[in-house]
């Protein structure tokens, strides 16, 4: 899978993606991330991709010239699948958007600052708009990340253990049961007796109703979805 990322911030997105499994993923030939520095993309040579907003207010709005001229570029050499563009207000990413868009090829996504990117550009150029949660980032980098993240740890090879992203909290709708390593007693907290037996049908159905408890306490919406 390729992403590429188009960022005012390219310094941002740098050490993300530079460590374990992001790393790995990349040094394995299973994903390119390609980071795109808008600024080298600026409508004159001070470098400017942002401007006044029409009708007056504060804050500065990102310019569609640079935006164009950076997407249009990346589409002559592929087709992408989508143009994601990171925001406040769009959908709250979930497993479910992760998991439908690990099934793509070849992904843009659009990182928003300031009062965000004019509007044409949401119209005619995105395909889908993610918000991380709701809360305002100084920027879409840290959400970009957030997003590839989820991504890349679920494309088949990546992690060693695949059964590990296959046992995720949400990936059945259920959080994570808990998880204990050795010692098997520390200053008198022990672990449960269960998952000392070996009776590995007994320890499923034991994890499979530690899930659906701490689901219904922690998370009771997800039990009713
Ligand atoms: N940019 C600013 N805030 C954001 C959020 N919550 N999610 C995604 N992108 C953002």
């Not at 007056?56 to 002559?76: R, Y």
């Not at 992760?98 to 395909?127: A, M, P, W």
């Not at 949400?170 to 520390?186: H, I, K, M, N, S």
């Amino acid at each position: 899978m390729r992403f590429d990322i188009i960022t005012c911030q390219p310094d941002l997105l740098e050490s993300p993606f530079s460590h374990s499994i992001l790393k790995r993923a990349q040094q394995k030939g299973l994903v390119e991330i390609h980071i795109h520095d808008l600024r080298q993309y600026a409508v004159n040579k001070h470098g400017q991709i942002d401007d006044y907003a029409f009708g007056g207010g504060a804050g500065m709005v990102m310019m569609i010239e640079p935006i164009d001229k950076c997407i249009s570029e990346l589409q002559a050499d592929r087709k992408y699948d989508a143009i994601i563009y990171m925001t406040p207000d769009g959908q709250t990413l979930n497993q479910g958007i992760v998991n439908q868009f690990s099934l793509l090829e070849n992904v843009i996504i659009l990182c928003g600052h300031y009062k965000g990117v004019d509007e044409r550009v949401r119209q005619h150029f995105v395909t889908h708009e993610i918000s991380i949660g709701d809360y305002v980032l100084s920027g879409g980098e840290l959400g970009a990340a957030v997003l590839a993240d989820a991504i890349i740890r679920i494309i088949p090879g990546v992690l060693n253990d695949e059964t590990s992203a296959l046992t995720d909290s949400f990936q059945d709708g259920l959080l994570a049961p808990p998880v204990y390593t050795r010692p098997a007693e520390y200053k008198g907290l022990k672990v449960p007796d269960i998952l000392m037996s070996g009776d590995t049908p007994k320890i499923e159905q034991w994890r499979f109703e530690q899930a659906v408890e701490r689901t219904r306490q922690r998370r009771p919406d997800l039990l009713s979805e």
